[in-house]
């Protein structure tokens, strides 16, 4: 299986040339499948390790258009963590308290502590995506942000938090399919908001926000993924592994213990 595309730091990069229904070399979802599987068994080891080392953090952030995946991701991934270890915190339009601060403050909050995973659905991100396509604030303030974001998540590399940031990239043509399904099947009209379709007609604006959010704020310290999600087994796959490799670069270690154990006889 190939990996997901890492967006280079400092290089060219077009949102375009990622096909968002490459199979990543993956022969069929069967394979897929099993693939996710064994990768959940060794995330279920690792999540493990990365409690009792206790210290790191792991945090995951998930963007997409509407429909993207960021629900099905999370199902079909974090489902295979201990749940005592891992939070997932959705982003909505900020509330009245929340817009009374900067728009890192409640990110910061949800930031994971040490040994435990965090998942971000949505994110930091949305204050450079929907914020600029829908012109809430002027555009100076908007284009300082990607600075202001690479720094703060320096400052959390730094001090322990490592993060992985995946866009689950669908093509037009699959967010129709997701929307008509929305429509039709009943247990999914729920999802279904007039709203994705005022945004839908915004598409071009929103690619290229994308674009620019992985340019400028892919850094070695937290590189942008970006995931093919044209296929559901394709991304789960991809995001996987991605966070596998992560915590496995991280050499992780169960603490020696503080004394003597041989000596201990327990009556
Ligand atoms: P959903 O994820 O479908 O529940 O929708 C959440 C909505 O909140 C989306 O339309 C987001 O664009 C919006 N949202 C999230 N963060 C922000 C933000 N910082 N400013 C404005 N809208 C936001
Ligand atoms: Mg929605």
């Not at 190939?2 to 070399?25: E, Q, W, Y």
């Not at 890192?104 to 949505?122: C, D, E």
């Not at 929907?130 to 720094?151: G, S």
């Not at 005022?198 to 892919?218: I, V």
Request: one cysteine or more; proline letters at 4%; glycine letters at 4%.
């Amino acid at each position: 299986m190939k990996h997901a595309t890492i967006v280079k730091p400092g290089k060219r990069f077009r949102l375009g040339a990622v096909d968002p229904s490459d199979d990543a070399g993956l022969s069929d979802k069967a394979e897929a499948r099993a693939i996710l599987a064994a990768d959940l068994e060794r995330l279920r080891v690792l999540q493990h390790m990365l409690y009792a080392d206790n210290r790191y953090a792991l945090l995951v952030v998930l963007q997409a258009m509407d429909t993207g995946g960021k629900d099905g991701t999370i199902r079909h991934v974090m489902s295979g963590l201990n749940p005592a270890g891992c939070a997932v915190t959705s982003f909505k339009v900020p509330s009245e308290e929340e817009r009374d601060h900067d728009y890192l403050w409640r990110i910061h909050q949800a930031v994971p502590a040490r040994g435990m995973i965090g998942v971000f659905n949505r994110s930091h991100y949305e204050d450079v995506l929907v914020v600029r396509v829908h012109k809430m604030v002027p555009a100076d303030v908007w284009k300082r942000r990607y600075r202001q974001i690479n720094e703060f998540e320096r400052m959390l590399d730094e001090n322990g938090v490592k993060i992985l940031k995946f866009f689950l990239h669908i093509s037009k043509k699959e967010q129709a399919k997701r929307l008509r399904d929305r429509i039709r099947d009943k247990s999914k009209n729920w999802k279904f908001s007039e709203g994705d379709l005022r945004e839908r007609r915004l598409w071009g604006r929103y690619q290229d926000a994308f674009q620019d959010a992985l340019r400028r704020c892919s850094t070695p310290w937290a590189p942008w993924h970006v995931v093919p999600a044209d296929r559901k087994w394709v991304r789960d796959a991809l995001v996987a592994r991605a966070m596998v490799r992560a915590l496995e670069r991280l050499d992780l270690r169960y603490p020696k213990p503080k004394t003597d154990l041989s000596s201990i006889v327990i009556r």
